[in-house]
């Protein structure tokens, strides 16, 4: 199952802030994507974001809506007033939290964790609990409040890569250990080495049944996984096809539309350039068939392949180009080549058009 935080880790991102309107419109447009939770924000942060989460959770959208909370008392009220039924409770349990940042002992973050659990499940919330960055405590430390919160009926725990310090092999073998409790574990991994989607996966591998991801992979510093890239790794490396990837490239530009955070041109199945040819001798090969070229077909995703014009082009690429405009003629063929070849500047399909009608008269 997918979890995604956009609206609550990606609003973490510097610059971005939602309106009540922009929550509603991206939580549709992940609710027709179909992921399992959407993680819809921490309503302790501002009025208008609690407003936000009220105003999704009244459109009974198929997705779980859970809300992100400290162990206090009143953060859980705030999230009851949203009316979602999950809550997502957090507090770090390593001992350099506890005795440098908190000033208190392991006893007395137990305390606080059994209250807040107790508090949110005796108002009928169903319970997420994360040991705030997991992957940097000491086990001892998991290991209490894991056998804590089991005892206490949590239904999920999140182990937390928040530094996005982890290497995969060591987050398995964490995650690995942690699915023995018997509690259905999630995983929230960031992406500060590159390493986000590797560690979710092999979390997966371990046991986990949930991942968090953001769109367009926002959030804190490096943000966390990538949706887009989870849900393809999810269809192709492990059969899940229940979730519309044709859907994903429209939802990468409502995000980005709505944050002005622009996604890099090469990045992974919603850039610009994760579906564009420009060498020759690859052109040649995949006017035949995309999938010399393509492990991801395009219209998977809801995107159009795209033939790019400048002097690495073939003659197959200037002939598939000039086709659609019906234009057949082997020697413009040639000689539009030469004058590519020799040129520093991209050509538009419609450019290529235009010079060969030029040529024909």
């Known amino acids: 199952m997918v979890l995604d935080s956009t609206l609550r880790e990606g609003e973490q991102t510097p610059g971005v802030n939602f309106s009540p309107e922009d929550r509603l ?26 407003e936000g989460v009220r105003l999704l959770v009244d459109q009974g959208l198929n997705a779980d809506i859970l809300c992100h909370s400290r162990a206090l008392r009143s953060d859980i009220d705030l999230v009851l007033k949203t009316e979602a039924p999950w809550v997502g409770i957090f507090l770090c349990v390593s001992r350099n939290c506890l005795s440098r940042r908190f000033g208190i002992t392991l006893e007395d973050a137990l305390r606080k964790i059994e209250d807040a659990v107790l508090y949110a499940k005796g108002h009928g ?27 206490l009926g949590v239904d999920r725990v999140s182990m937390a890569d928040t530094t996005g310090s982890a290497h995969p092999l060591e987050f398995f073998n964490l995650v690995r250990r942690v699915v023995k409790f018997g509690i259905p574990v999630n995983v929230h991994c960031h992406n500060d080495l590159g390493l986000a989607l590797a560690n979710a996966i092999m979390a997966i591998e371990a046991g986990a049944t949930l991942v968090d991801a953001t769109v367009n992979g926002i959030g804190e510093r ?8 989870l849900l393809g790794a999810l269809y192709y490396h492990y059969g899940i096809g229940k979730y519309r990837l044709e859907k994903l490239y429209a939802l990468s530009r409502l995000v980005e539309q ?3 955070l622009e996604t890099p ?8 350039n994760a ?17 010399f070229y393509e492990f991801l077909p395009a219209e998977t995703f809801g995107r159009e392949r795209r033939i790019y014009v400048d002097r690495f082009a073939g003659r197959e690429t200037i002939r598939f180009h000039l086709r659609r405009f019906g234009i057949e ?22 450019a290529l058009a235009e010079e060969a009608r030029r040529m024909m008269t």
């Open 275 to 291: 579906f564009t040819h420009k060498a020759g001798l690859h052109v040649s090969a995949v006017v035949r068939d995309p999938s």
């Open 125 to 151: 919330l169903k319970v997420r609990f994360t040991p705030e960055d997991t992957t940097r405590t000491e086990w001892e430390h998991l290991e209490a409040v894991l056998r804590l919160v089991k005892e």
């Open 258 to 260: 709505v944050t002005g």
């Open 329 to 350: 003629d082997d020697g413009v063929v040639e000689a539009l080549l030469r004058k590519v070849k020799s040129s520093r500047r991209p050509f538009t399909p419609e």
């Open 25 to 50: 419109r991206i939580g549709i447009a992940l609710d027709e994507v179909g992921v399992d939770f959407i993680e819809a924000g921490h309503p302790a942060v501002s009025p208008e974001i609690l």
């Open 222 to 229: 490096a943000g966390i996984v990538d949706l887009t890239q």
């Open 265 to 272: 041109p090469n990045w992974p199945i919603v850039g610009e």
